[in-house]
């Protein structure tokens, strides 16, 4: 790439040269002020994306105990509740090239697992104070006709599915970082990866006078993950679910899995997932919080019926204690028994499952982890 001129046609024509950004804080701190210009794509509505700052420095924890171990340069998120990470660097680092990549990786894994909703809309609302921005006004761009706690929970349950972008900024992309962004993308099947060179130019006569062109590397292996070019965010349905549940040749694991759905639908809040295969995941009311704690995946083509249990987000809402009695309460099946003994090792961080025709082979197993769902809702697990 060559760094011609760009030219400013008004009464005579003035050309404006490339100018690199001084320093990082000022390339962060335009971002901040102007996220438009990282406004490429559309919403699923087809309505023009419109990124909104959640907060610059944006802390990630590694554990559920532990502080800050890293910091985003921005967090975004647009109205159909999609955040978006950004990391920005100047040409003149050399981490722009590969270290950042794993540096974003490593963001990204941990914020997906340890931002819960409510880190999400005071980090949100605490930038708007400090940037003298009305809440009414910054929220006139997301909610629509939802609450701001409904809000932030679809935001929470996009991390947690891994439904982001990921953007790496910088005056300057390397070649290097424009192959792995291609390759990530083909590979990622819910997150969006982007590499954004932001040319700035400056001159002709004016010293205020800038020019901010961006150039986009990522949207074409994007563009293949989905017909339309973008990602779908059509959930999967109870009836989608109820289908495939009667395709199923086990009565068992039909009963078992129609009365886990109805026990969701009767006590929780079932949640539509977006990935291929059919899913849902429940949120209970535990401690006048909305606690995910189950997945049910039905997969064809193989046929695989899984529960999982989302222990990572008992633990970081309800505490590790509580999150170790919930495991004790169920059933020590086979494969799901080694698992539940092996958190302990893992902080209660983790996803362990059990397929449903393991379950479908252990009587009153179904009875025992609705039972223990119950005590967990009703806060009666500590004394089990």
């Known amino acids: 790439m060559t ?3 760009v030219f400013v046609l008004g009464e005579e024509l003035r050309a404006l040269e490339r100018a690199g950004f001084e320093t990082e804080a000022e390339f962060q701190e ?71 990549v794993g540096q974003m990786l490593d963001y990204a894994a ?28 910054a929220y006139g761009e997301l909610l629509g006709e939802r609450s701001a706690d409904e809000f932030w929970s679809t935001v929470e349950e996009r991390l947690a599915a891994g439904q982001m972008r990921l953007l ?5 992309i390397p070649l290097e970082l424009r192959a792995i962004v291609e390759f990530l993308n083909r590979q990622m099947r819910q997150t969006d990866v982007y590499a954004v060179e932001l040319t700035q130019y400056r001159g002709g006569g004016d010293r205020d006078l800038r020019v901010l062109v961006p150039r986009i590397h990522g949207e074409v292996a994007t ?26 040749p086990d009565p068992e694991v039909r009963r078992i899995a129609t009365a886990l759905l109805d026990h969701a639908a009767a006590d929780g809040r079932p949640e539509g997932g977006t990935a291929k295969y059919r899913s849902m995941s429940v949120y209970y009311p535990v401690s006048g919080r909305q606690v995910p704690v189950w997945t049910l995946s039905l997969q064809d083509g193989p046929v695989r019926d899984d529960l999982a249990f989302a222990f990572g ?27 539940l003994e092996a958190l302990p090792d893992k902080a209660y961080n983790a996803w362990p499952s ?3 025709t393991t379950l479908a082979a252990a009587p009153g197993a179904l009875e025992d982890i609705l039972s223990a769902v119950e005590r967990l809702i009703d806060g009666r697990e500590s004394s089990a």
């Open 168 to 172: 790496f900024v910088a005056d300057r």
């Open 30 to 100: 335009l971002l901040a002020r102007h996220p438009r210009v990282l406004d490429f794509g559309t919403l699923a509505d087809g309505r023009p994306l419109r990124l909104v700052l959640v907060a610059r420095e944006m802390g990630i924890p590694t554990g559920t105990e532990s502080g800050s171990a890293y910091w985003l340069d921005h967090l975004f998120v647009d109205a159909d509740g999609v955040p978006t990470l950004v990391e920005v660097k100047r040409a003149t680092d050399t981490r722009i090239r590969r270290e950042v």
């Open 223 to 248: 563009a293949a993950k989905s017909p339309s070019g973008r990602r779908t965010t059509q959930r999967t349905t109870r009836a989608e679910m109820d289908a495939a549940i009667q395709s199923r």
């Open 313 to 339: 987000s008992i633990t970081y809402h309800l505490g590790r204690e509580r999150a170790a009695a919930f495991a004790a309460s169920l059933p020590a099946v086979p494969g799901l028994a080694e698992r």
């Open 110 to 137: 941990n914020a997906a697992r340890y931002w819960p909703a409510a880190l999400l809309q005071r980090s949100f609302e605490d930038t708007c104070v400090k940037d003298g921005r009305p809440l009414e006004e």
């Open 354 to 356: 059990v397929s449903l």
């Open 3 to 5: 760094d011609q001129p």
